[in-house]
């Protein structure tokens, strides 16, 4: 089914283009057979859309960005980062130094007991060689 989208005039610009608001504006830029526009209060126009819209055949409209195949490749480049890279750049950025943990994050830990309470008084942390 198509979508029937309203223009509605406004009395200040600013809003749409010429002054006009759309109900649905991102979905202009699809057009028919998949956006058909009227302006409130245009009945004629309004018949008009309604009647192209039903007498229309349209395969599903999936946008590429919410389609299975766009999600799969985001997560596979998720998975596939370069963590040691990062974690590289992060400690190069902060002077060669490994930054503090935000604040709380170390209690959230402890708290859902995933982490280790710590290290001995006087233990220093592991660093990796820059």
């Known amino acids: 089914m198509s979508l029937l989208n309203c223009i509605i005039t406004l009395q200040k610009s600013g809003h749409g283009t010429d002054g006009r608001d759309f109900q649905h504006g991102p979905a202009m830029t699809l057009g028919e057979p998949y956006v058909y526009s009227y302006h409130a209060q245009n009945y004629t126009q309004l018949h008009d859309a309604v009647h192209r819209a039903f007498n229309t055949p349209i395969e599903r409209y999936i ?4 389609k299975f195949e766009f999600g799969l490749e985001k997560f596979r480049r998720y998975l596939d980062r370069d963590l040691e890279g990062m974690f590289k ?3 190069r950025q902060n002077g060669g130094e490994i930054p503090q943990l935000g604040r ?3 209690e959230r830990c402890l708290e859902l007991k995933r982490c280790d309470p710590g290290l001995p008084e006087g233990r220093r942390p592991f660093r990796p060689e820059s």
């Open 89 to 91: 750049e992060v400690v």
């Open 63 to 66: 946008p590429p960005d919410m």
């Open 104 to 106: 709380g994050i170390r």
